[in-house]
C-alpha cells in the first residue's frame, strides 16, 4: 500500500505529456532491443560450440565393442501444430507433424548402463534382454550384434 502511494506521488511529479512518454518508449526499446538479441544470440553461439564440442569429443573417443544387454527402450514423441498459410488465428486450420526419438539402454558387464539415442530401425530389431556386443565411440551408438545362442 506504502509503496502504491510512493509510486502514485512521483508518477504524479512527472506530469509525462504525450510526446514524452512516446520519447521514453523509444528509450526503452533501444535498451531492451539490444539486450535481447544478444541474448538470444548468445544462446544460439552457446547451442552451436556444445554440439561442436560434443561432435569433436565423440570423435577423439576410442571406438569400443563390450558384452552387453538391453535393459530398456524409450522413445520421446513430439507433436508441432502449424498454422496453415501461416494464419495463426487457425481459421485455416492447422497443420500437425509428428517427430519420434528412439532410445535404448544397455547394460554392460560391470553393471553400468548407457542410454544412446538409435534409429528407428535398430530400434525395432532390439528387445529388452537381448545380449550381444554393444560398438560405441564417447555417446555415439555404432551398432549392436546380437549373440545367438544355440
Avoid at 514524452?20 to 535498451?31: K, T
Avoid at 548407457?114 to 565411440?137: I, P
Amino acid at each position: 500500500m506504502l509503496l502504491k502511494k510512493f509510486a502514485r506521488k512521483q508518477i504524479d511529479k512527472l506530469e509525462v505529456t504525450g510526446g514524452e512518454f512516446m520519447n521514453m518508449m523509444f528509450d526503452l526499446f533501444d535498451l531492451i532491443f539490444p539486450v535481447m538479441f544478444l541474448l538470444i544470440f548468445g544462446m544460439i553461439l552457446f547451442t552451436f560450440i556444445s554440439g561442436i564440442r560434443t561432435w569433436n569429443k565423440n570423435n577423439n573417443s576410442p571406438r569400443l565393442t563390450v558384452e552387453a544387454r538391453v535393459t530398456a527402450k524409450r522413445q520421446n514423441t513430439t507433436h508441432h501444430n502449424e498454422p496453415v498459410g501461416g494464419d495463426t488465428s487457425g481459421t485455416h486450420g492447422y497443420h500437425t507433424t509428428t517427430s519420434i526419438a528412439y532410445y535404448v539402454t544397455f547394460e554392460v558387464e560391470s553393471g553400468d548402463r548407457m542410454e544412446f539415442s538409435v534409429y528407428g530401425e535398430e530400434y525395432g530389431m532390439l528387445a529388452e534382454g537381448d545380449e550381444g556386443k554393444l560398438t560405441f565411440q564417447g555417446s555415439r551408438y555404432l551398432g549392436f550384434e546380437r549373440t545367438i545362442e544355440n
